[in-house]
């Protein structure tokens, strides 16, 4: 079984735009061999058949010199370049070949693509398949957690608006607080403000 790839390398579907999707073009890098050389395919799939550019070292080697391109890093660049502009074009011919075009950057690149075998073909998708799917989960336990920071910040946010409530009450004196009137002495408990009339007593003959 193949290795499941890194996705940390672009892909993109095709054809771009908002239309249904039909392709899936993704890069791959391979395994460094015994000669200390690593190798590097453009990959498309339409998820039951796949197509790579199935380069050897050294057809590698002679693409970077024809295009003055750093191997497969500055191809890596050109695709992910290409990717982000939506200018990746496909291109299926009559005899299980393909063409594929990264267009944008100083000149396009043309690449030929053949068709790969199926039992190689079935395990480089499964691979990447689960290799998705694994983006995927990671995207969404990502996504997660950041709505859980949001839910929970660590500042209680302010109070808007005013806020209507009696003042609390004079720790010291154990009565109400400041803005809270105290009554006089004889002052009136039904008309603040005007003194309370001492009751009748009646008449004092000592005094007449």
């Not at 803005?179 to 005007?194: A, D, H, Q, T, Y």
Request: glycine residues 10%.
């Amino acid at each position: 079984m193949v290795p499941v790839p890194s996705l940390s390398p672009p892909l993109c579907t095709l054809p771009p735009g908002p239309g249904p999707v039909r392709f899936v073009c993704y890069c791959e890098g391979e395994e460094i061999g015994a000669e200390g050389q690593g190798g590097f395919n453009l990959y498309v799939t339409d998820a039951a058949q796949l197509w790579s550019t199935c380069f050897t070292p050294d057809s590698l080697a002679a693409l970077g010199a024809r295009f003055g391109l750093s191997a497969a890093e500055d191809i890596t660049r050109r695709f992910r370049a290409a990717c982000e502009e939506q200018a990746v074009a496909f291109t299926l011919q009559e005899d299980a070949r393909a063409s594929l075009t990264l267009a944008g950057g100083p000149w396009a690149l043309d690449f030929d693509l053949s068709k790969v075998p199926g039992p190689e073909a079935a395990s480089r998708l499964q691979a990447l398949t689960l290799g998705l799917a694994e983006r995927v989960c990671s995207l969404e336990r990502r996504l997660t957690a950041a709505e859980e920071t949001a839910a929970s910040p660590r500042k209680s946010p302010r109070l808007v608006g005013p806020q209507h409530f009696l003042p609390d009450p004079d720790p010291q004196r154990g009565g109400p607080g400041p803005g809270v009137r105290r009554r006089c002495p004889g002052e009136s408990l039904i008309n603040p403000g005007f003194k309370s009339k001492k009751p009748a007593t009646g008449v004092d003959f000592d005094d007449v």
